[in-house]
């Protein structure tokens, strides 16, 4: 255990999880791409609507963080939409979400994840987090809407991909890719 203490921080955190969600959206993102086209695009009673819904919804809500990171303006009235773009547009959006948070947090040190971010929530009122929160929370709601993606695989009778933080940590997890 000491060992593994000794090597733990708010960095390597910050730097593991974000890898991870890349890792866990693309088994996700592999397994919607199998699933009948209509069931993707169907409209349900599920958490934000359905399968391309809810991915829409990662995809603005990434955004709507990264801007609040880089102190620009986003432009979004909404967390939601309801005309998603196509799966293959937002595959590649998710994609280059993850790939920025990843560089993001590369970028990152204790001093600047300690650091206060001041923000508007969307739906109104005004908010601040540190940047490691922020990032903890972009990584900790993909999580949570992957775990929405999963249960509609099972109403459909498909099973989805294992995709548990010590799934990764054991088939893909690099340590000094977060040092």
């Known amino acids: 255990m000491k060992q593994i203490a000794e090597k733990s921080s708010a960095t390597r955190t910050v730097r593991m999880l974000t890898r991870y969600n890349r890792w866990a959206n693309e088994l996700v993102l592999k397994a919607i791409a199998e699933l009948p086209s209509e069931e993707v695009y169907k409209k349900r009673s599920a958490a934000l609507g359905g399968i391309i819904?809810?991915?829409?919804?990662?995809?603005?809500?990434?955004?709507?963080?990264k801007a609040h990171l880089t102190g620009v303006a986003h432009g979004y009235n909404s967390r939601?939409?309801?005309?998603?773009?196509?799966?293959?547009?937002?595959?590649?959006?998710?994609?280059?979400m993850a790939?920025?948070?990843?560089?993001?947090?590369?970028?990152?040190?204790?001093?600047?994840?300690?650091?206060?971010?001041?923000?508007?929530?969307?739906?109104?009122g005004s908010g601040e987090m540190t940047r490691g929160d922020i990032l903890l929370h972009v990584c900790n709601h993909k999580t949570l809407h992957r775990g929405h993606l999963?249960?509609?695989?099972?109403?459909?009778?498909?099973?989805?991909?294992?995709?548990?933080?010590?799934?990764?940590?054991?088939d893909a997890f690099n340590i000094r890719q977060s040092e």
């Open 99 to 124: 790939d920025w948070y990843i560089d993001y947090a590369d970028t990152t040190n204790e001093t600047l994840l300690n650091e206060v971010v001041k923000f508007d929530f969307v739906d109104g």
């Open 53 to 65: 819904f809810t991915l829409a919804h990662v995809d603005i809500v990434d955004r709507i963080w």
């Open 150 to 170: 999963g249960n509609m695989f099972y109403q459909l009778g498909f099973r989805p991909p294992s995709i548990d933080l010590p799934v990764y940590m054991r």
């Open 80 to 96: 939601t939409t309801n005309t998603p773009e196509s799966l293959e547009i937002l595959t590649q959006k998710l994609r280059e």
